[in-house]
Structure formats: structure tokens, C-alpha cells
């Protein structure tokens, strides 16, 4: 199984597998840790760990663990296995889709601005009016997710999905009843601050595309910062560099000379008459250069 996630994450254009692989191993984790600290009645270690990766709906305690804006994106609830299940199957779809024709850089580009963009339209909302949403932290890959689905509509609108039971289906229809189920959700109050995520990462799913159909990259530096982590985890390889002096080298040259007998300069020169000098190898070539060098 290691050698499998391994080779998932040297394979070319592989983003929406290697996503779906980290978003997983995160689950699993999770879940291992849940049902340890559960056991040894210390379910305070289980709940610290797992607030590192929940966004408060709070300002003032969002200041204190700001890196949930990112770390969100890769949770999922653990207490709805279909939360995570119809997150990575969505992700899959669209995915390999996106990648086929944008590439790997731009899937994982679009996936963090989108979680970014659902995170910070969470915080904006329940802080502009946190008597109607409450207090809730959220966690889920849905706003990433969402813009992968909108962004690869409007780059593909009349790429068609066949579904179970629909048939043949133009995902721009798609990307459009999830937007409208957001939406109503939000109107009924279904999940606030999800489905508010859910509508930012769609949001810049439009704009991500839009702007790229124009010559704007904005996920640039997220690509630029994950390429300079992978040069800084990557095995360099040990370079010997060795000087030798002129003498040395004419040391060498006697003794590639001395070792070149006359059957082997008869036997290079057989293979010449035979095959040309072009078939002779390097080392053939400097035998019977200093053989010649010899004679004369």
C-alpha cells in the first residue's frame, strides 16, 4: 500500500489522487486518535489535535490558531463518514477532469484559493452577523472543492458526465444545482457556515478560470512556494569533483597505452575495416590514438 501511495505521488498530472490521499490519511489519523484517547479516557488529546484543523467562527479566537484557515481544508468531520466520501468522489471526478486539461499545478493551485477564499467568507459572515449564524467551527474540503467544480465548468461547460439513472449530463448543469443547493441551504439554514464556503469556493472557481482565460495566474505562488519546498525535501546528490594534475593525466595515457597489446590495436583495426571507425568505443579510439602517437 506504500508502494502504491508512493508511485501516486511520482505520477505526472496525479493531483486529485495525491489530494485524495492526503485528505484520507488525515480521516484516518483522526479516527485512530479518536478511538485511542477514547479508550484511555484522555479525549482531551483527541480534541486539542483536531481543533488545529477547525476554523472558529470567532475573530478573536481565530487570531490565536490562524493557520486553520488552511489546515481546514484537509479535515473532515468525524462523525459523518459521508462527509469525506462524497467530498473525494466529487474531487475525483472533476479532478481528473481539471488536470487533463490544466495540469497538476493549477488542480492544487485552485483547491487551496478555493478552501481559502470558502474560509475567509465564513469568517466574514458569521462576523458581520453572528446573532443570526451563532457559534460554530467549521471544518471540510467543500470550498476547495466546490471552486474545482465550478472552475472546470466554466473552463468545460459542455463536457458531459454520465450519471447513474440521468445519462448523459453537461457538467455546467452540475456545477449549477450545487450552487442553487447552496443557496437554499443558506435560506433555510442548513449548514450556515458550510454552505457559505461552499458559495466562496465557487465564486473563485469563476474568477481562478476567468482570469487564466486572460493571462493572469493568481495561484502562481502557490505553485512557487510548493515548488520551493520540494527542491528544499529533495535529495541532492552527492557530487565528488576530483582535480588531476597534467602529469597525472600523462601517467594514465602511458598506461592506457601500455595496456593496448598489438592483437588488441590489430583486433581495433580489423573492426575499423569491417565496421567503420565510427563503431568503435571511446576507450577502442584512445587506444589507437596513442598507438599512433607511439609509432610516430
Known sequence: ?????????????NAHVQLIIINVTIFLVFMVLDLFSWIGGIEFVFNFIYKQFTIPSGLSEFFTRPWTLL??????????????LFNMLVLYWFGRV??????SDKLVALYVLGGLTGGIFYLLIYNISPGFFGNADMVGASGAIYAIVVGTAVLLPNYTFYLLLLGPVRIKYIALFYVVLSLLYVRQGINLGGNVAHLGGALMGVIYIKQLQVGVNWGGWITLTLDWFKDLIKDKPKV?????SEKAQRSTSRKSTAKASQEEIDAILDKISDHGYESLSKEEKE???NASKKES
Open 1 to 13: 500500500m506504500f508502494d502504491e501511495f508512493k508511485s501516486a505521488f511520482q505520477r505526472h498530472n
Open 71 to 84: 489546515t481546514y481544508m484537509f479535515a473532515h468531520s468525524m462523525w459523518d463518514i459521508f462527509h469525506i
Open 98 to 103: 481539471f488536470v487533463e486539461y490544466m495540469g
Open 240 to 244: 565528488k569533483v576530483t582535480y588531476r
Open 287 to 289: 587506444k589507437l590514438f
